[in-house]
């Protein structure tokens, strides 16, 4: 079936370095993407979305980049901070959001200080 | 500012119970989700609900499970015979009418015995 997925299980930066997240997703018909951020014990929690008439979002420190001709959206974070090693998932629903988010395996950032 | 709570923050129980999974969702939301994330894994959709009716379930969500909206505040999982397959964090969400991001719960562990 249709899924989201992820390139690599685990990163491992320097704090202060930018950090960049990938995700690979397959139904072509996807409109809406939400990159999330899990810390152990914890819920999702929202980070950015980009829907896709759009390349490029830039929130606080996040930057989502959307790639539709090969299906492939990133997080990148910049100055990379130990509050912020957490599981990422990237997640893709429909346009208006109601439809259930289908989730990504998740990517585990590691901070080293 | 306003969250998702869940209680219990953990759940234990013998397999063949029922179990009752509580959720308060942000009060001027209108849409709310229940989501599993067993041990390791990624977050996977369980039911959507929307108008006091279910909108959408997956294929997870058996006759073993069910959903409810006893009151203006409270919406509840059940599990009506656990197995040991049941264990997992299960996350609530919810959103409002106007945008895509779903806000999500710090979830209930459950875990089957």
């Known amino acids: 079936g249709e899924s989201v997925g992820l390139h690599l299980p685990t990163l491992s930066v320097q704090e202060g370095d930018n950090s960049i997240i990938n995700c690979a997703y397959s139904?072509?018909?996807?409109?809406?993407f939400i990159w999330y951020k899990q810390e152990s014990g914890k819920g999702p929690q929202f980070i950015i979305d980009?829907?896709?008439?759009?390349d490029k979002r830039q929130g606080q420190r996040v930057t989502v980049l959307l790639n539709k001709t090969v299906k492939h959206l990133s997080l990148q974070i910049a100055a990379t901070q130990p509050g912020d090693s957490a599981v990422y998932f990237c997640?893709?629903?429909?346009?208006?959001?109601?439809?259930?988010?289908?989730f990504g395996s998740g990517t585990r950032l590691q901070v080293q200080p | 500012e306003p969250e998702v709570t869940q209680t219990p923050s953990h759940q234990v129980t013998q397999m063949g119970q029922e179990v009752i999974l509580r959720c308060v969702p942000i009060?001027?939301?209108?849409?709310f989700y229940w989501y599993r994330q067993i041990l390791g894994q990624k977050v996977e959709f369980l039911v959507s609900?929307?108008?006091?009716?279910?909108?959408?379930k997956s294929e997870i969500f058996d006759d073993q499970f069910s959903v409810e909206r006893p009151d203006g505040s409270n919406f509840t999982l059940k599990i009506r015979s656990t197995k040991l397959e049941d264990s997992a964090m299960y996350f609530c969400?919810?959103?409002?009418?106007?945008?895509?991001?779903?806000?999500f719960g710090p979830g209930t562990r459950l875990t089957v015995l």
């Open positions: 009060s001027n939301h209108l849409y």
């Open positions: 980009i829907r896709s008439n759009m």
């Open positions: 969400a919810s959103r409002d009418l106007e945008r895509g991001e779903q806000f």
């Open positions: 609900f929307y108008n006091n009716e279910i909108s959408e």
């Open positions: 997640a893709e629903t429909s346009p208006t959001g109601r439809r259930a988010l289908t």
């Open positions: 139904n072509s018909a996807s409109d809406y």
